[in-house]
Every structure is written in C-alpha cells, then in structure tokens.
C-alpha cells in the first residue's frame, strides 16, 4: 500500500516540476512523506524555496489522482508535506492482517550473499557472530523483498592457520577431550602450536612445506586439511543453528585450486600493467588508485595466496550471479577494497562489501590464536541460563519445560537484535543486562508485545474484522503497521539490517501505547472490532518482523 502511495506521490511530483528525483524524505510529526525538491530547484530557478514549494503544493491540491487516494498536500515552510487518507489507513490494515504480509513482488535478478566465513582454526566466538547475524538478517530481508538469494559460506581450507592445525595433529598430543565440541577441539591444538612456534620459530619451514603440498594436490596432505577443517565446520553447524542461522552452500577455497580457477586469474594479472614479477612472486601495484601497499596474489615460493584464491571466488560469482554481496570486518577494509579493485581491473562485476566493527565483551579483545576468546556457545549458554532465571521469575506458574523453551527462544532474541540493532560501522559492547531487559530496546521487549497481542486476540474470541479507523492512537498505530513493506526495500537497497531492527522496536512502542490510551476489550459494538482487527494486523506485522530478524514470535511469555 505505501509503494502504491509512494508511486503516486512520485508521478504527481514529476509531472509538476520534470525533475525524476523528488527527494522523498519521512515526514517526522508532520506528514507522512515530505518532498525536499523545492531547494534543489531554488538554484534553477533563482527564488526561494519557501516561495517554490508553496507553488507547488498549490498545483497539487488540484492533482485529481492525489484527491482521490485522500492524499492531502501542504506547503510547510520550503518542506511539501503528504498527508495520507482514511482509504490508505483502511487498505494498510487490510493488508496487514494477510499471511507474509510485508512480502514484496518476485524479482528476475540473482543475488549471492557470502558471510560468516571465518576461519576454521577454532569455535566462532562473540566477534564472528555479528558478521553472521548481519548476515542471516540481510538474507532474510532479501528473500522476503522477493530475491531470489543463495547464502554461502567461503570456507578457508589452504591458510595458514590451517597448516599449523595440521602440523599440530601431526606432532602434538591430540586426543579429544569428552565432551569437547569439534571446533573447540581445533582451536586447542591451534593455540597448544602456535605456542610451540613461539619456542621453536624453525617449525614454520614445516608449515610452510604443508601449505606447498596442499596447494600442488599432494594426496595424502589434502586429505589432512579437508579432515580437520570437515571436524571444525561440523562444530560451527551447531552454533549456526544454534542462532538461527543458515547458509545454503559451502564453498571451498580449495576448489578454485583444484578446477584451475586459480591459475588462470593469476595469468590474467600476470598481463595487466600494474602487475609487479619478482622471480615468481607477482604482485599489482595499485598506486594509481590510491593504495599504498602492493597487492601480493603469489608468493616467492610459487604458493598462491588467500587473494588469487578470492579473486577466483569472486570471478565465479561473477559469472553465476547479477549481484555479489560480502559481509566482512572492519579489519578487511584494504583487501575488500583492493579485491573490487583487482576485480574491475580484470573487467569483472566487484562485491558490494558490508563492513561491520566489532561486538565485545566487557571482558575485553579475542583472539583464537593467542587462546583469549569467549565462544558463541558459551555466550549462548550464558545468556540462555540468565533468560531462564527472567521467565522463572516472571512466570513460575508455568512448567519447567515450557519456562526452558520460552528462555531458548528470549535469549536467541536477546542476543540476535542486541548485536543487530547496532549500525554495522559502529563498535558495540553486548551487555547482558539490556539484552535480556523486558522494558527496553531489546528483543525480548518486542516478543512481548507481539505476545500480548495475541493473548488479546485469544481473550477476545470471534469478531467482526474492521478497516474504518477513527482515533489518533488507531490511525497513528495503523500508520506504523503500513511502514514495513518500505522498511523491508529501504534495508535491501542500503544493506543496513539496522534499520529493520528499529522499527521492530518503534512499532512495538506504538502498539504499547495505542493498548495504553485505546481499551481493546472493553469496548464495544464496531470500535471493538476495528481494535481488535489493529490488534490483529499489529500482530501479524510484529510477526512477521521478528521472523526476519531471525526471532522466534512467541505467543506466550
């Protein structure tokens, strides 16, 4: 409905000034939708902007398509203010109130969405989970704006890090602990080695021979690493699914090796003029486009690096899809942007790169390699055990089967929108505290709202559905409600999940306060049932928003 309002708008704007750009903006406390064009013709037109948009409004009070939507038009200072009508509200609700509300038309274009891919030398922890839920968030935006998606995960299997797993297995005491997950298993032999590195530096020529050995295809080395890498993603499947978290393929590094892929971007850079040769090792001086540092795609000792093989990666997706989006650290800003680089040089379509600073812990920085992190899992058991100890407060009549499965989907929420909620170019320290807080911006707040609406809804029993809105609350919430299907595109053009994450929360602060000044229940005849049918469309919206944040909509609390 607001796409339709919007498309409107739109028309009726450009055919009063010629100018495609509108400059649509939220109309804050005053409208619905505000034009900010008249500043961008006051340069044209010499006068000021205040004059121009009074102009214009007063054209488009006699626009029959914008009267007939109810679409009201005003000049308030040089802003043009839109104001929507019963009809708009009306048709907002109705729709709100139908399963996958929120859903956008099916598009033609593929998209390929790679996040996650950490590392496999040891547990995700707390650092790698915000890269996954931006990641699963903007997928799920994506599939419910009408893309047609593939997640992947890029798995490094020929690294560095790697080698020194395998070196460890091959020299160190390695037995499995009982009880110890895969990855963390990896992660102990992972730092126990580096350690042994520490003591005797020598033992690098060793892992340098492995990472030759794999890279040529020797047999028996591939068969190490594919191991021990196969044991430690067996270990992040856990946490993945854990947090509500999915990809739909897992991509090997190795194979770009195996298939030739490699070799051959590594030949097409070999010709470019920017490409550097100091007997076999080839590197591309970038220079001309700002970057300081060569970019190194071969090492001296004929050994590929992480780079060629991305570039390979990336050429494929190239190929195969229309659209390429990567969710990578802070800390891969250089090579993110020297990788779009390389790739236009090579005359291929770069990534769109979704930079994210880091989530920590009041305990401070993590690092696997050095032994100092806190595990996904251990967050998750922690926050699950904190939730638990909530719902058995708040709700000791309740068994302790239904009170555990409430605490598993509260903390899922608690951490999920607390590290999403953050804008991907901010830092942010998870608190526990307001994580799991019922009364503030947190997930958990939101589920409750979407909880008290249906236990409105079951307390009410049949009723009569009605779309004629009359109140300042009901129209303010219904408003709201029609917002989503343009938060769901607004997310998917910027890549900014954030986004969705604040309007779960502004849509559940809505709700409380229409409940707050508007009786549900107790009122009666037709004003009960067009509340009760708010009642509905809010709660099929706070669904179906939760859903693609990734959250459980519980029903109970």
Not at 156 to 166: E, F
């Amino acid at each position: 409905m607001v796409f339709d309002t919007t498309t409107i708008i739109k028309k009726a704007l450009t055919e009063c000034t010629g100018l495609e750009d509108i400059q649509l903006i939220d109309g804050g406390e005053h409208a619905d939708l505000a034009s900010t064009i008249a500043f961008s013709l006051a340069k044209t037109k010499k006068q000021a902007p205040v004059k121009i948009a009074q102009e214009i409004a007063a054209t488009l009070k006699n626009n029959k398509e914008l009267a007939g939507q109810g679409i009201t038009v005003e000049a308030k200072g040089p802003y043009i203010n839109f104001v929507f009508g019963s009809a708009y509200v009306s048709a907002a609700v109705k729709a709100a109130t139908q399963p996958g509300y929120g859903s956008l038309p099916a598009k033609d274009s593929r998209i390929v969405l790679e996040h996650t891919s950490a590392n496999p030398n040891g547990p995700l922890h707390v650092g790698h989970i915000r890269n996954s839920i931006i990641g699963d968030t903007l997928a799920r935006a994506f599939r419910k704006a009408g893309y047609r998606l593939e997640v992947q995960y890029y798995v490094n299997d020929m690294g560095r890090q790697i080698a020194i797993v395998t070196w460890g297995f091959d020299h160190l005491e390695h037995a499995q602990h009982a009880g110890e997950k895969e990855d963390a298993h990896i992660a102990r032999i992972y730092i126990e080695a580096n350690r042994e590195i520490e003591k005797d530096p020598g033992i690098t020529r060793q892992v340098d021979k492995l990472m030759q050995l794999v890279e040529s295809g020797d047999a028996e080395t591939v068969k190490k690493f594919r191991n021990e890498v196969s044991r430690c993603l067996d270990g992040f499947a856990v946490t993945l699914k854990n947090l509500n978290v999915k990809h739909d393929r897992f991509v090997w590094e190795s194979d770009f090796v195996r298939n030739g892929d490699t070799k051959r971007v590594i030949g097409k850079i070999e010709k470019l003029p920017q490409a550097c040769h100091e007997d076999t090792l080839i590197a591309l001086d970038l220079a001309e486009f700002g970057f300081t540092n060569k970019y190194v795609i071969r090492r001296s000792d004929g050994t590929s690096v992480y780079a060629a093989r991305d570039l390979a990666f990336h050429t494929w997706k190239s190929v195969n899809f229309d659209r390429a989006i990567d969710v990578l650290g802070a800390d891969h800003k250089l090579i993110g942007a020297q990788l779009q680089c390389t790739l236009k040089l090579l005359g291929q379509k770069p990534p769109e790169i979704v930079h994210f600073e880091f989530v920590s812990l009041p305990e401070g920085s993590m690092s696997t390699r050095a032994g100092k992190f806190v595990s996904a899992d251990d967050l998750m058991a922690e926050v699950t055990k904190r939730a638990l100890e909530e719902v058995t407060t708040r709700r000791p009549e309740l068994d302790e089967a239904t009170r555990k499965n409430i605490a598993d989907s509260v903390a899922l929420a608690g951490i999920r929108y607390d590290i999403v909620k953050i804008s991907p170019e901010k830092s942010t320290v998870f608190d526990w505290k307001e994580a799991l807080d019922f009364e503030r911006q947190s997930g958990p707040y939101i589920q409750y709202a979407h909880a008290r609406a249906c236990s409105i809804l079951e307390k009410a029993g049949a009723f009569t559905e009605c779309y004629d809105l009359e109140t300042e609350q009901e129209i303010i919430l219904a408003k709201k409600i029609a917002k989503f299907p343009g938060v769901i595109e607004k997310v998917v053009a910027e890549l900014r999940p954030h986004l969705l994450a604040t309007y779960a929360h502004e849509l559940a602060d809505t709700f409380n306060t229409f409940y707050h000044y508007e009786p549900v229940l107790k009122s009666e005849g037709k004003v009960r049932d067009r509340r009760l049918t708010l009642v509905k469309a809010v709660q099929n919206t706070l669904k179906e928003t939760l859903e693609t944040l990734g959250i459980d909509a519980i029903r109970t609390m």
